[in-house]
């Protein structure tokens, strides 16, 4: 990984040279964020991986609405034209489940990543514009949240909800509450430097009041960082799911996870290899490429790579 | 009812340190009529930016200020911070030292505009824009219907300085604060910055502080000019008497050290020794007795008041001359800066 980020970052400024060009039109911050990613391959390529799987997933399900739980009547069969990455011991169609895990766990990680958002932005920007006895206080809730090994709670959790009808959801929540405390360390870390920028007490001198300044001019200044660590998390809420589903803690069946069909495959790998590869494959692909976009937006987004000439 | 639109009266202002109390305003009074240009100057930590951040209620909470401060006939020091906040920006306006920083970096400059338009009256986005355009034009930036949409980085520090002005000027503030505004900026583009906030005043009618330890800033720019020493004015006066009659060995000290474009490259400028007291705690004395030539028993024991000067010519109300030294008719009479030492001399012999 780390090798990758660094000769992403040397193609990145070569590109930089010809996107801050002596034109004198003026780009929108956006439209020099996107030009960025763009010229970023590592960050392209997870796109384009990404959205495959998306797209084959989604078409699946439309196509093939029941076929993770459809019965086949092949049973271990190779992966073939029929069935694309072969069959389970069962006999359900192990394309179908993989692409089922994969919205299962998307929705999961959707979920996860929105109430990190916004449950870490409201508490690391009001601990870090206000401060003082406020900011102790929601740090103080935050080192709580940290020191909680998530993943016990997660266990003893998980088993009250396992039964319930829709526990995706509660466990998505779950997930939520857990994670969303990196986002609020890294928005009121922003914040601390950015409240005693000149610009605020500027904003200030012209009439802007608290909600104003925190909410039109400091968290945009915070938005790469936000969006990065959203798809971080992401990545993050895919592998935690993952690994409960592979305890047998997370979901359980007629649902389907990744986790679970690696799970599930793994008793089988040394004889029926494609029933451990490709779910195992299928979570990598998503949580690298996960990871590459984080990369390419991080770089693209972040503001001080705009001045190019200043 | 008065017709200032600005009014300080016994401003005091202390900051809670570790070290202790930090006294950074003591006692300092002015007025600003409509209209009027008032410069502030003095060395840095003479409480110059204290006294503009004070006047709009804008310093820290460590800081406890005492005193009255009327804008537009209402009291700043009594007012919650939602009036501050309609009051700020409408009624008084600031600009900052550096454009660089003062700008926020992830929008463009119309969006700044409009959105300092918007804050304070009720139009549309449409019209806000057209009003931006307008008042970028007003500050001479051209292409302004194209430089709306560009970003602070992509402006030049006058120009940034400039469209800072803009958004001061975006509401009809009757009193604009400009702490040093020029003094982040080459010297050429400052001239061209002055001439813009010259015309801003022009047309919006707004009096201006104008705080700057630039001498010939003010002199170009200002009607009255406060000298400030150790959080206190210690000479006040219109700019004439303070260029050509100086009362306070201070003000001498700061005229005999600006360059001139004719003088002898080989003569040294005149330098006030030692460094400004420290604010902490009390003193007993003039605060500049112990960098003063003229010191005398009187000046370590009892701090002079800002009196009257007996000799001035001038009488005019609020304009008067007057200084905070027990010499000052005296020292009023004296040459520019006379009384201290011509390093020039100490320099030839330093190099026999």
């Known amino acids: ?310 | 009812m008065s017709e200032n639109i600005l009014s300080i009266q016994d401003l005091n202002v202390d900051f809670q340190t570790e070290a202790g109390v930090v006294h950074a305003i003591r006692g300092v009074s002015f007025d600003l009529k409509p209209q009027e240009v008032i410069g502030i100057v003095g060395e840095s930590g003479s409480g110059k930016s204290v006294t503009s951040l004070a006047s709009i209620g804008l310093l820290a909470r460590s800081a406890t200020t005492t005193g009255t401060i009327l804008i537009d006939n209402q009291s700043v020091t009594t007012m919650s911070e939602k009036e501050l906040s309609n009051l700020r920006g409408t009624t008084v306006a600031m600009i900052f030292q550096d454009p660089m920083t003062s700008l926020n970096p992830v929008y463009t400059i119309g969006w700044q505009i409009v959105e300092a338009l918007r804050a304070h009256q009720k139009i549309s986005k449409k019209e806000a824009r057209v009003e931006a355009q307008r008042l970028l034009e007003l500050v001479g930036i051209p292409q302004a219907e194209k430089r709306l949409d560009n970003y602070p980085h992509e402006f030049s520090g006058g120009m940034r300085q400039r469209a800072v002005i803009a958004i001061a000027m975006a509401n009809q503030p009757k009193v604009i604060l400009a702490d040093e505004p020029t003094t982040a900026l080459d010297v050429t583009v400052q001239a061209q910055v002055l001439q813009t906030l010259r015309t801003a005043l022009e047309i919006s009618k707004a009096a201006l502080v104008l705080i700057t330890h630039d001498l010939g800033v003010i002199a170009g720019f200002a009607d009255r000019i406060l000298v400030m020493y150790a959080g206190r004015v210690v000479e006040s006066g219109l700019v004439d008497e303070i260029f050509y009659r100086p009362a306070m060995p201070y003000t001498h000290g700061l005229l005999g050290s600006i360059p001139s474009i004719d003088s002898v490259s080989s003569v040294r400028l005149r330098q006030i020794p030692g460094s400004p007291p420290t604010m902490v705690g009390t003193h007993t004395g003039c605060p500049f007795a112990a960098r003063c030539p003229l010191r005398k028993e009187i000046c370590l024991t009892e701090e002079p008041e800002l009196k009257l000067v007996a000799a001035s010519t001038n009488s005019s109300i609020g304009s008067e001359h007057r200084s905070a030294c027990h010499f000052a008719d005296e020292v009023v009479e004296m040459p520019v800066a006379s009384m201290f030492p011509d390093s020039s001399e100490d320099f030839s012999e330093e190099s026999k």
Not at chain 1, 168 to 188: C, D, E
Not at chain 1, 302 to 309: C, F, H, T, W
Request: aromatic letters at 8%; proline letters at 3%.
């Open chain 1, 1 to 310: 990984m780390k090798t990758n980020v660094t000769a992403e970052t040397d193609v990145k400024e070569d590109t930089d040279l010809d996107s801050s060009g002596m034109s004198g039109e003026s780009r929108s911050q956006w439209a020099l964020a996107r030009r960025r990613f763009f010229h970023d391959r590592l960050a392209i390529f997870g796109l384009i991986i990404f959205s495959l799987i998306i797209i084959g997933s989604i078409a699946e399900i439309v196509l093939n609405p029941s076929g993770y739980q459809d019965l086949t009547g092949d049973y271990n069969q190779a992966p073939s034209w029929h069935h694309l990455f072969g069959t389970t011991t069962i006999g359900i169609d192990l394309f179908s489940a993989c692409m089922k895990g994969v919205l299962q766990d998307l929705q999961i990680a959707l979920i996860v990543s929105v109430m990190s958002v916004v449950l870490g932005t409201t508490v690391g920007a009001l601990a870090g514009y206000y401060g003082g006895k406020l900011d102790t206080f929601l740090m103080r809730l935050v080192d709580l949240i940290l020191v909680v090994p998530g993943l016990a709670i997660l266990i003893v959790l998980s088993n009250q909800i396992s039964g319930k009808g829709n526990a995706s959801l509660y466990l998505a929540f779950l997930l939520g509450a857990l994670s969303w405390t990196y986002i609020a360390r890294l928005v009121r870390a922003e914040f601390l430097s950015l409240r005693e920028r000149t610009f605020v007490e500027a904003a200030r001198a012209l009439g802007a009041d608290n909600r104003r300044i925190i909410f039109r001019h400091l968290i945009p200044n915070c938005i790469g960082t936000i969006t990065v660590n959203a798809t971080l998390t992401i990545a993050g809420a895919i592998l935690l799911e993952s690994t409960l589903s592979f305890l047998g803690l997370g979901l359980v069946p007629p649902e389907v996870s990744l986790g679970m069909l690696v799970q599930q495959g793994e008793e089988a790998a040394t004889t029926q290899w494609w029933q451990f590869a490709f779910p195992a494959s299928i979570l990598l692909l998503i949580i690298l490429s996960v990871f590459f976009i984080g990369d390419g937006l991080q770089s693209a987004l972040d503001p001080r790579k705009n001045r190019a000439r200043s």
